[in-house]
């Protein structure tokens, strides 16, 4: 099966996002889940992002990208909005990488390189009324109209962090076709 390297969002490695780690152990796969926060969790994302700023947001990423290097190559490197920026950097930059799952966030491919590497599938998820989704959905859309290797998936509502079942965000019928998708997708690469 495959190996996952699943970062988490800003609200740190919450019950919700080990949970999803879970379900995808469950079918078979390997999933690393490292803790960036070191413990810490937050209620809210906006005392998550007043703990990023306080440690530095280039460091935690740069602690992100340091734990993939105790996994070597073969992975799809997944992350959840924040942690989308360390997985994206990664899928895009590491050779090897077997594919990418970017969910709540997308960056331009240009933070990266010049292009989407054609070798690494990639799915995009998030709610086309989150105000944070909303305002990387012109990016998702670029990407994936850039490679035949990339999907995106535009699910209705406006929770941001929607596949976390620990928040209230916490959306059960967009999450359930998330992560039917998700294995597919793995079950593929």
């Known amino acids: ?61 740069e602690r992100g ?19 989308v920026t360390i997985a994206q950097r990664l899928a895009q930059t590491r050779p090897g990488a077997r594919g990418a799952l970017l969910i709540e966030s997308c960056l331009p491919v240009a933070e990266f390189g010049e292009t989407w590497p054609e070798s690494v599938p990639v799915q995009i998820h998030g709610k086309e009324g989150d105000e944070f989704f909303d305002e990387d959905l012109p990016a998702a859309r670029e990407l994936a109209g850039s490679t035949a290797a990339a999907e995106l998936f535009v699910y ?25 998708r998700v294995r597919a997708f793995l079950a593929a690469v």
């Open 65 to 83: 990208a340091a734990a993939a290097d105790e996994f070597g190559t073969g992975l799809v490197y997944a992350g959840f909005s924040f942690g």
């Open 1 to 61: 099966m495959t190996h996952v390297l699943l970062y988490h969002h800003i609200q740190g490695l919450t019950d919700g996002v080990r949970s999803f780690a879970d379900s995808l152990r469950q079918v078979g796969h390997t999933v690393h889940t490292p803790d960036l926060f070191d413990g810490r969790t937050f209620d809210s994302i906006e005392e998550g992002f007043g703990f990023a700023r306080k440690v530095g947001f280039d460091a935690i990423r």
């Open 156 to 180: 209705p509502g406006d929770q941001h962090l929607f596949a976390d079942s620990s928040l209230d965000a916490y959306d059960p019928e967009a999450s359930a076709l998330l992560m039917e």
